[in-house]
């Protein structure tokens, strides 16, 4: 028992020295070598979760290739530009719009499965992306008054729901990756993202500091080395079950990036908001469980990164938040 004891005390002990610093301090001032990788891991990190869901349901839509592209390219811009922005008013708050809680903010993954269904209700077009985006202004304020009310109704959401729900979006994913990509699950696809999950684990365990801290940048600039490497060294295209030819996934393709501008002011509201009931109701639906997912995100980061439990201010404040970003998100793509 003693013996027991004492182990514990020892990895308590080593858990608050790997805290040490002010990256774990709640007000911690980083300096800048230290706060620019840092903030750019976690850009890097959201950047693909925040852009694809609005790929694969303007693609459901039909909003795509060269007749769409213009507007394509407006919907994902101002996805990037909305997400900087409440997060920061995450960070900091405005009066009770925001928790005060280190967390990114952006578009979710777990409401695809709900669009693609109002697309197919639809009929897909830019009508059925203007309901879903009012259907989500909509949403966005059902959220924000569940925020106000969140107080009264967190004992509906202990650890153990909103940690399955989290999981449960999480899992779903599978699917969306299962239905857009040709070559899912390819050897080529395999060995590149287990070498990507074996140099960040190894990375974030075997060295110290900011290598440690940046653990997550260095996997993704490493994938992007090894992805260019295989491009060189192996067949860039295969031919599917019906014999159409297609490009694989990882292969790097730059020419968008290439012909874009450096600079490109946002178009405001460049898809008009379609008042649907169709789209409405399962989309509020699916706000209660992004609420639900809101409050075990910011309880996971408080809990992992501050060692402690989230406040009732915190994860109302996070919850109207979440809801503000989706009805000022609307009015942008």
């Avoid at 850009?43 to 852009?51: E, H, P, R, S, Y």
């Avoid at 874009?260 to 789209?279: G, H, I, Q, T, Y």
């Avoid at 501050?306 to 793509?333: H, P, Q, W």
């Amino acid at each position: 028992m003693f013996h027991a004891e004492k182990d514990t005390h020892e990895e308590e002990d080593m858990e608050r020295q790997k805290r040490q610093g002010a990256e774990y301090e709640f007000y911690g001032k980083l300096p800048l070598k230290k706060a620019i990788p840092l903030g750019l891991q976690h850009v890097l990190a959201m950047f693909v979760g925040n852009l694809t869901p609005i790929l694969i349901i303007s693609g459901a839509c039909g909003i795509a290739g060269e007749e769409f592209g213009s507007l394509q390219v407006d919907l994902l811009q101002n996805a990037m530009l909305i997400a900087g922005i409440v997060t920061l008013i995450q960070l900091f708050a405005i009066g009770p719009v925001g928790g005060k809680v280190p967390i990114i903010m952006g578009t979710s993954s777990g409401f695809i499965g709900v669009f693609n269904s109002v697309v197919q209700v639809m009929g897909g077009g830019i009508l059925a992306y203007g309901a879903i985006m009012c259907a989500s202004v909509i949403g966005g304020l059902f959220e924000g008054i569940l925020g106000f009310l969140l107080k009264p109704l967190r004992r509906f959401f202990p650890a153990v729901v909103t940690g399955t729900v989290v999981l449960s979006i999480g899992l779903s994913l599978i699917a969306v990756g299962v239905n857009t990509a040709n070559d899912f699950g390819s050897v080529e696809n395999l060995l590149l993202g287990a070498a990507v999950l074996l140099i960040i684990v190894a990375v974030k365990h075997w060295m110290k500091g900011m290598a440690s801290a940046s653990s997550i940048l260095i996997g993704i600039v490493a994938g992007y080395i090894i992805a260019a490497i295989m491009g060189l060294v192996l067949p860039t295209t295969a031919v599917n079950a019906d014999g159409v030819e297609y490009t694989k996934a990882w292969v790097l393709n730059w020419d968008k990036v290439a012909n874009a501008a450096w600079f490109s002011v946002p178009k405001l509201m460049p898809v008009k908001l379609v008042f649907d009931w169709r789209a409405i109701i399962p989309v509020l639906i699916m706000f209660v469980v992004t609420a639900v997912e809101t409050v075990g995100d910011i309880s996971g980061v408080m809990e992992g990164g501050m060692g402690r439990e989230a406040t009732d201010k915190e994860l109302s404040g996070g919850v109207i938040c979440d809801g503000r970003y989706g009805l000022n998100a609307c009015f942008f793509f």
